[in-house]
C-alpha cells in the first residue's frame, strides 16, 4: 500500500514565523503535491511538482514555498505566518507513468496561526 | 479553465437506502478523468471511484457506480445499501487526459451523513 506521511497532524504557530510541513511518500512517486482545505472552499491546489527539484505554482500559491530535495519528500513553507493561512494541509503524491494516476492523500496537517 | 460543482453541501440518508450525490463540471477537453474521493472524518482522503471520459460505460466499484453523462457534463455518485461507514465528505475532481500537469480540480464537497 501506498503511504504519505505528514510530519505533525496539529501544528500552533504564532503569526510571522517561519512554518515547515513535511511530506514524505515511499512508493517512489515523481509527483506530489500540497493542497489546503478550507470549510465550504473544498480542496486548493498550492504548489505540485513532477520531479526532484522541480515545482510549479497551483491557484494559491501567495505566501507559500516549495522545496523537494529528494524524491519522497515535499516540503511545504509559510515564509512569515498568517492568521489567514489557518487551515489544513493535505500532502499527495501520485505515479506519472500510470495513465490514470490516482492521488494518495496523507493524513493531513491542522494548523493554527495565532 | 475546468470548474468542478457540487452544488450540495450536504445530505443525509437512511442506512440500508441509496444515495446519489450530484457533480458537474466544465471542461472544452474531449478527453479526462473524473473521480469521486471519500474524506472520512478525522482520516485520509481516499479514492472510490474514477471514470475515463472515453468510456461510455458507467464505472462501478461494489456498492459505488457513478452515472456519467458527458453531454450534460454530470458525473454522480451513487451509493447503495448505504452503511455507517459511508458517513463522510465526498469530493468530486477532474483531470485532463494528457500532459505531465496531472493536476486535479476538486469541487467544494459534500458532507454524507448516515441515519441508523
Known amino acids: 500500500d501506498v503511504k504519505v506521511t505528514q510530519s505533525s497532524r496539529y501544528l500552533v504557530k504564532r503569526t510571522g514565523e517561519k512554518v515547515f510541513l513535511e511530506c514524505v511518500q515511499d512508493m517512489d512517486h515523481e509527483n506530489m503535491f500540497w493542497y489546503r482545505q478550507d470549510p465550504g472552499l473544498g480542496l486548493r491546489l498550492i504548489y505540485f511538482?513532477?520531479?526532484?527539484?522541480?515545482?510549479e505554482k497551483g491557484d494559491i500559491p501567495e505566501g507559500y514555498s516549495v522545496s523537494r530535495e529528494k524524491k519522497e519528500r515535499f516540503s511545504l513553507i509559510l515564509e512569515s505566518a498568517s492568521t489567514n493561512q489557518t487551515s489544513m494541509y493535505l500532502c499527495?503524491?501520485?505515479?506519472?507513468?500510470?495513465?490514470?494516476?490516482?492521488?494518495?492523500f496523507g493524513p493531513g496537517t491542522r494548523l493554527l496561526v495565532l | 479553465a475546468q470548474t468542478v460543482t457540487q452544488s450540495q453541501p450536504e445530505m443525509s440518508v437512511q442506512e440500508a437506502e441509496t444515495v446519489t450525490l450530484s457533480c458537474t463540471y466544465d471542461?472544452?477537453?474531449?478527453?479526462?478523468?473524473l473521480f469521486w474521493y471519500k474524506q472520512p472524518p478525522s482520516r485520509q482522503m481516499i479514492l472510490v471511484i474514477r471514470?475515463?471520459?472515453?468510456?461510455?460505460q458507467n464505472a462501478t466499484e461494489n456498492r459505488f457506480s457513478v452515472n456519467f453523462q458527458k453531454a450534460a457534463k454530470s458525473f454522480s455518485l451513487k451509493i447503495s445499501d448505504s452503511q455507517l461507514g459511508d458517513a463522510a465528505m465526498y469530493f468530486c475532481a477532474y483531470r485532463i487526459f494528457t500532459g505531465a500537469n496531472s493536476k486535479l480540480t476538486f469541487g467544494k464537497g459534500i458532507t454524507l451523513s448516515v441515519r441508523p
Open positions: 499527495a503524491s501520485s505515479l506519472r507513468r500510470q495513465t490514470q494516476e490516482t492521488q494518495y
Open positions: 471514470q475515463e471520459a472515453y468510456k461510455q
Open positions: 511538482s513532477y520531479d526532484v527539484k522541480m515545482k
Open positions: 471542461t472544452s477537453e474531449s478527453d479526462y478523468y
